[in-house]
T-cell receptor
């Protein structure tokens, strides 16, 4: 079984600053994928970044990067130069290599203040 | 189509009525997933279709819930004898391999 824990229900960051969202997971799989999704008020779940567990290098996508610590089963998301449009719910998710459904955390609500 | 399409966008139904929610995945995506998102909660897995294999129904909360996927494309989630606790946003996603799941905008179901 897999569990995903996001310990921060809410976070706040000032525009142009950096914020880190935490995520820990538990899985018995040796090969798996980790994701961060953003959900704005429109409800659309948008893929922010993806990490393959066997890759040592942390994934980056423009202002978004992850700190993947496999031994600690930690997968945090760093948002640099925060923008007002980054305000949303952020969900961490884990997927097994067998292609089964994603297992999501309960989400972190990010508020960006001017 | 270019994205995952779900209909209706919003649905209000009376307690005890049946509802059908539709999902049209991205063309060529072999995997299709249904999730439920209750107010302020994360996403709860309901059911998973992969190609022509038997679906994984392990997440369906009761026998009032069922889903089918016709011709490996469009899927319908049916909730019979709806209850107020069924009120939620129902999200559909499709994927090809594990490159990332593309979600639809969901159906907000309100049972009154």
């Amino acid at each position: 079984a897999q569990t995903v824990t996001q310990s921060q229900p809410e976070m706040s960051v000032q525009e142009a600053e950096t914020v880190t969202l935490s995520c820990t997971y538990d899985t018995s799989e040796s090969d798996y994928y980790l994701f961060w999704y953003k959900q704005p008020p429109s409800r659309q779940m948008i893929l922010v970044i993806r990490q393959e567990a066997y890759k040592q290098q942390n994934a980056t996508e423009n202002r978004f990067s992850v700190n993947f610590q496999k031994a600690a089963k930690s997968f945090s998301l760093k948002i640099s130069d925060s923008q007002l449009g980054d305000a949303a719910m952020y969900f961490c998710a884990c997927d097994s290599n067998s292609g089964y459904a994603l297992n999501f955390g309960k989400g972190t609500s990010l508020l960006v203040t001017p | 189509g270019a994205g995952v399409s779900q209909s209706p966008s919003n649905k209000v139904t009376e307690k005890g009525k049946d509802v059908e929610l539709r999902c049209d995945p991205i063309s060529g995506h072999t995997a299709l997933y249904w999730y439920r998102q209750s107010l302020g909660q994360g996403l709860e897995f309901l059911i998973y279709f992969q190609g022509n294999s038997a679906p994984d129904k392990s997440g369906l909360p009761s026998d009032r819930f069922s889903a089918e996927r016709t011709g490996g494309s469009v899927s319908t989630l049916t909730i019979q004898r709806t209850q107020q606790e069924d009120s939620a946003v129902y999200l559909c996603a499709s994927s090809l391999d594990t490159e990332g799941y593309t979600f639809g905008s969901g159906t907000r179901l309100t049972v009154v």
